[in-house]
């Protein structure tokens, strides 16, 4: 799990975008499959299919890992006082409106689709609560939704 923290070095500030949790995933496959090596059927040896990692890492991978991270971060930060740079920044609003066309995910609204995908509603009151955003951000780990 070490090269875990490495490869998710700051992961807290990330817009996952689709190509990236494929690579992402790949790359974790490919480590796992070289620590857990191959299995033997029927006297033939084969590499296990990513189902079976899945199992043995009992569904939490490293996008899981990332989004859990988020959201321990989007707590800390809700709870900080108005005073703290961070929270400036984060509650920030521009001036100006956004380009035309497709707008790029932010930070906020990634993290957000996450809360609903996980049907968590009333998450702001959850935030001050350490113990249950706790809970939920745990619960990120392994939520298949992701």
Not at 47 to 65: A, G, P, S, Y
Not at 111 to 120: E, G
Request: glycine content about 2%.
């Amino acid at each position: 799990m070490e090269k875990r923290k490495i490869v998710t070095y700051t992961c807290e500030t990330w817009v996952l975008k689709e190509n990236s949790i494929q690579k992402l995933m790949i790359y974790e496959r490919n480590i796992f499959r070289k620590i857990f090596g191959p299995t033997k059927v029927n006297g033939l040896w084969r590499i296990k299919t990513n189902e079976e990692l899945d199992e043995l890492i009992k569904r939490k991978n490293i996008t899981r890992f990332i989004k859990s991270q988020r959201l321990k971060w989007l707590g800390h930060v809700e709870r900080m006082p108005n005073d703290r740079e961070v929270t400036r920044i984060y509650k920030w609003k521009p001036l100006a409106s956004r380009p035309k066309g497709r707008p790029k995910n932010r930070w906020e609204d990634d993290v957000r689709m996450d809360l609903q995908k996980m049907k968590i509603k009333n998450w702001k009151r959850s935030v001050l609560d350490r113990l249950s955003w706790r809970t939920i951000v745990e619960r990120t780990k392994t939520c298949k939704e992701l």
